[in-house]
Structures are given as C-alpha cells and as structure tokens.
Nanobody, 124 residues
C-alpha cells in the first residue's frame, strides 16, 4: 500500500508560481512512476505530468509544457510539481498518483494510489 499526502496548494495571481508536494509512505516509492492530475469543476480529471521511478523520463500535458516541472526526491519519498506562469485556466484540484507498473502513462486508470487533492486557484 502507498499513502500519498499532498500539500502546497493555494490562491495565486496569474503569472505567479506555486510548488506542490506529495509525500509518500511505504518502501516502494523509489520504484514507482508518479504523476500529477487535475480536475476543474464540471470537467474530467486531466493528466498534468508524470515521472518515472529514477526520473529518467518525464511527460507533460501540452497545456503545461514549459511552465510546469515535475521532479522527485526518492530519499524523501516525495514528488513535486513546480508551477510557474500560472494562468486562470490552471485552476483545479490537483492530485498526486502512484502507479503500480513501471513506465509512463497519462491515463488515470493506470494509477492505483491517489492523494487527497489540493486546491489551486489562479486569479486573473
């Protein structure tokens, strides 16, 4: 089992930055692909970014490329999402997820463990 605790959301003006953190319990963090998803009101959950177990591969949604950076610290069992140049359309609840199988995936159904979500609100 993997327990994920998300922190770092909040309210920020357009153009600002936030960093989300996702701390994992358990011994298997360093072997898992991790990802961030987001869900805006009335919309489906959307892939944001993913990173493989040793950070050898990262993947980003087109909407966040060049603005968001996913990273991880396996010694701290934590994955991060640095969000720069935030836009009002980035407003959503952001979720951290852990995958049971290796490799990158952009499908939420491929992730078996989820954090509680944190609200990110970007004002114009």
């Amino acid at each position: 089992q993997v327990r994920l605790i998300v922190s770092g959301g909040g309210l920020v003006q357009a153009g600002g930055s936030l960093r989300l953190s996702c701390a994992a319990s358990g011994r298997t963090f360093s072997s898992r692909t991790m990802a961030w998803f987001r869900q805006a009101p009335g919309k489906e959950r959307q892939f944001v970014a993913a990173i493989t177990s040793r950070a050898e591969i990262t993947s980003y949604a087109d909407s966040v490329k060049g603005r968001f950076t996913i990273s991880r610290d396996n010694a701290k069992s934590t994955v991060y999402l640095q969000m720069n140049s935030l836009k009002p359309e980035d407003t959503a609840v952001y979720y951290c997820a852990a995958r049971e199988l290796p490799g990158i995936s952009e499908r939420s159904s491929d992730y078996g463990f989820w954090g509680q979500g944190t609200q990110v609100t970007v004002s114009s």
